[in-house]
Structure formats: C-alpha cells, structure tokens
C-alpha cells in the first residue's frame, strides 16, 4: 500500500520516447548502415554454411542461428530507419528532397524482405538504399 503511494508520487504524468533514453539529437544513417551490412554478411554466411559452421554444430543449427540474428538485424535496421524519418527529419527537408518519403518507404520495405531473403543481393538492395539516405542526411547536415 505505501509501496503503491510512492510509486503514483514519483511516476512521471507523461512518458516521452527517443531512439535513446535521452533525446539527444544524435543522429546518423550509420547505424542503419551497420545493422544492415550484418544482415548482408550473414545471407552470405547462410550460403557457406559448412564453411562457417563451428565445430560440433550442424549446418541446419548454424543455419537456423542465421535466420534468428539476421531478422533481430533487420528490425534494427528498420528501428534506426524510422528514428531518422520521423524524429531528424523536417518538413523543410522535404520540400528541399522531394523523394525523402519514398527513398524511406523503400529501405524500410527492403529491410522487412531481409527478414525473409538469405540472398546477398537482397542484402545489397538494401544498403544502397540506405546510402541514398546516407547522402541526403549529410546534404542536410551541411546547412
């Protein structure tokens, strides 16, 4: 009961939410980027799975700790994506970069098919749209 007390006196009226626990205004397409390249490394893992596979491990276990990792990545890749568009960017960066919402729209699109594709160029389509952002996002940082 008293426990109960304290928490109603000290839990804050409204919770924010940040890519961070703090909204710093910290922010970089190189997170998407990183995340993103892991997802192409690890398609290209799956293939060589008998390559790659530790001792001991079978290749459908090794293959199966692909799948679960690359999916986690591909989230992360969307998490960071959407962090960008809707917190960094402004209306005036779209007015100046008319393609912003499609370019987003893409690369979070080719982030959900990561989740599904062992195949590297997949994994390529995927940071190629990243880098498209990449450049706008350092255009804006210019001025």
């Keep these: ?7 109603k006196l ?8 940040a890519h961070c626990d ?6 970089d397409p190189a997170q998407a980027r990183v995340e993103a390249e892991s997802v192409r490394a690890i398609q290209e893992r799956y293939q060589k799975a008998e390559q790659f596979k530790t001792p001991g491990e079978t290749v459908e ?12 990545r591909a989230d992360m890749v969307k998490e960071h994506l959407w ?7 402004k209306p005036e960066h779209l007015a100046k970069h008319a393609q912003l919402h ?3 729209w893409k690369a979070t699109k080719e982030a959900g098919l990561a989740k ?10 995927l ?14 940082k210019k001025g």
């Excluded at 703090?22 to 922010?27: A, I």
């Excluded at 276990?61 to 986690?72: F, G, N, P, S, V």
């Excluded at 940071?127 to 804006?140: N, V």
């Design 1 to 7: 009961m008293i426990r109960d007390a304290i928490e």
């Design 10 to 17: 000290i839990r804050p009226a409204e919770l924010g939410h």
């Design 22 to 27: 703090l909204p710093c205004g910290v922010y």
């Design 61 to 72: 276990d090794y293959k199966a700790r692909c799948l679960a990792i690359k999916e986690l």
């Design 83 to 89: 962090v960008l568009w809707t917190d960094y960017f």
């Design 102 to 104: 499609d370019l987003f």
């Design 116 to 125: 599904k594709s062992q195949d590297p160029a997949q994994g390529k389509k």
């Design 127 to 140: 940071l190629d749209a990243i880098a498209e952002i990449d450049k706008i996002f350092w255009e804006t």
